[in-house]
């Protein structure tokens, strides 16, 4: 996988909206596969200043979700559904039929997401899946040990993901759910380009494991090493505990500009 380490989560998330441009460029209806939490957010505001200032048109575009809690009442705030519409679809001016996610109040919940795999492929698949990472390893809510060729599933939350999460709940973890609906660890490999952001010293273990540990279902973001194409984006504290920073501070800095992220 490609390591580029950034100065910050500002630069990261430019550096990630000019790859998203570059791909709305040659393929404008592309399909963008959006994660939420804190990380991702300088990647959308990076974004929406494309649109704004008229850089990028990004009408055609269409939006997928990565997972969503299950049970919260519809229209629940900190429903992914809706923070994806609130950060994503609307400050991009995209319509909400360009949007699909798993449905998390469905009564028959592996049957929605079975039919969440289905609408992927046949939206024809995501092209590039923009990841965060738990202090723990996961990408999406795949925890630790989750089957590295799984499709979407529910999974059951870890105590540190919902403390972790907690905060978004106005600090009260018992308002966090236990159950989400995640697309799988061979899902996510699926996608054509899975970029993976990391900020911050509190991510700096899960990225080292990620990057420079074995391919390990305890470290679910590790399974991006099978990936042909995938990159990971990371500030100064997040790489902190990378043997080969050094190594991938040259290897980008002498990349040729013809090739991209
Ligand atoms: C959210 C998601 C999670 C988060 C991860 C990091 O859609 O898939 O994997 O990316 O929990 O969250 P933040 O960015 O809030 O630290």
Redesign the pocket.
């Known amino acids: 996988m490609e390591v580029v380490i950034v100065p910050d989560a500002k630069a990261g998330g430019e550096l990630i909206a000019d790859a998203i441009g570059a791909l709305v460029n040659r393929k404008p209806d592309a399909l963008l596969g959006v994660?939420?939490?804190?990380?991702?957010l300088p990647i959308y505001h990076a974004l929406r200043e494309k649109v704004r200032s008229g850089a990028l048109d990004v009408s055609r575009v269409r939006i997928c979700q990565?997972?969503e809690y299950v049970g919260l009442p519809a229209g629940h705030p900190e429903s992914?559904r809706s923070v994806v519409l609130r950060e994503v679809v609307g400050p991009l001016g995209l319509p909400e039929e360009s949007f699909m996610g798993p449905d998390g109040s469905a009564e028959d919940i592996p049957a929605a997401c079975e039919a969440y795999d289905k609408a992927l492929a046949e939206a024809g698949g995501v092209d590039i899946q923009i990841?965060?990472?738990?202090t723990d390893g996961?990408?999406?809510?795949n925890e630790p040990c989750s089957s590295l060729s799984s499709r979407t599933r529910i999974k059951t939350l870890t105590e540190q993901?919902r403390i972790?999460?907690a905060r978004f709940f106005d600090g009260d973890i018992s308002q966090v759910p236990y159950h989400v609906i995640?697309q799988g660890i061979g899902t996510i490999l699926e996608a054509r380009h899975p970029i993976l952001l990391a900020t911050g010293e509190g991510?700096a273990d899960a990225v080292a494991q990620t990057v420079e540990g074995p391919i390990a279902s305890v470290v679910p973001a590790s399974a991006l090493q099978l990936h042909p194409h995938a990159t990971v984006v990371v500030d100064k504290a997040a790489a902190s505990k990378l043997k080969l920073a050094d190594y991938f501070r040259a290897t980008y800095a002498t990349k040729p500009s013809w090739q991209g992220l």
């Not at 990841?131 to 738990?134: A, P, V, Y």
Request: aromatic residues 10%; without cysteine.
């Open positions: 994660a939420t939490g804190s990380t991702p990565l997972d992914y990841l965060g990472i738990g996961h990408i999406g809510f993901t972790d999460n995640t991510k």
